[in-house]
């Protein structure tokens, strides 16, 4: 069973609030990533990172910004949230090249 | 930039039925290609995945996924399939000395009783 958390599960919040989607992985992992996927929708990779203070945006744009300071630590933030940030977002993690990432269960935002 | 494309969206069928589902990648160097599943209301798994050597892999449940160099494909089948296996797969690829991991569009399976 992996490690990998995230928190919230759910949260629904108003235009213009700034968020934290929060995910942690006690296997010390290197590689972590943040996936957005809406209902039904492939899943989009928006950042990623390679270990402590290295992170890179991924294929889909995103007006988010994420921060690695700690190695089992990769949270998101969104500075200003928009009804267009409705989605699910999830995180992985995997130990390098050659291995599986690992999921967490999701964090399903709604944005009213 | 590499893309992953799976040609079923949806796909249904009955019990004992085989499944094969399609992927393929556009990125020519090489790659590490994976399979993952999602069940309703749980997180993306791991199925199957392949690295080198035996381009067909055997995964978890009875799937397997052959992976042709050529096509650049990475189709996964399971010769009878059951209720439970109903789900959204995906076909992921990474290229190897990049470490992004990419993921197809997804393909829903109802599996009817």
């Known amino acids: 069973e992996a490690d990998i958390y995230q928190t919230p599960r759910y949260l629904v919040i108003g235009t213009g609030k700034k968020i934290t989607l929060e995910c942690s992985q006690t296997?010390?992992?290197?590689?972590m990533y943040w996936y957005q996927q809406d209902p039904g929708m492939e899943l989009h990779l928006i950042h990623y990172?390679?270990?402590?203070?290295?992170?890179e945006k991924g294929d889909l744009s995103s007006e988010s910004t994420v921060s690695r300071i700690r190695t089992e630590h990769f949270p998101l933030t969104l500075e200003s949230a928009r009804p267009s940030h409705t989605s699910q977002y999830l995180c992985a993690s995997s130990e390098g090249v050659y291995t599986e990432a690992f999921f967490g269960q999701g964090t399903r935002l709604t944005v009213v | 930039a590499q893309s992953v494309s799976q040609h079923n969206h949806h796909v249904i069928l009955s019990e004992a039925a085989s499944l094969e589902l399609g992927c393929n990648y556009s990125?020519?160097?090489?790659?590490?290609l994976f399979w993952y599943v999602q069940y309703p209301g749980q997180h993306l798994q791991l199925l199957l995945k392949?690295?080198?050597?035996?381009?067909l892999v055997k995964g978890i449940k009875g799937f397997e996924a052959e992976f042709i160099k050529s096509k650049f494909s990475f189709n996964l089948r399971k010769p009878s399939v059951q209720w439970s296996d109903t789900a959204e797969y995906f076909c992921a690829v990474e290229e190897a000395a990049g470490n992004k991991l990419t993921f197809g569009g997804g393909t829903r399976v109802l599996v009817k009783p």
């Open positions: 392949y690295f080198s050597g035996d381009p």
């Open positions: 990125y020519g160097g090489t790659v590490n």
């Open positions: 296997m010390g992992h290197d590689k």
């Open positions: 990172s390679y270990g402590v203070n290295s992170t």
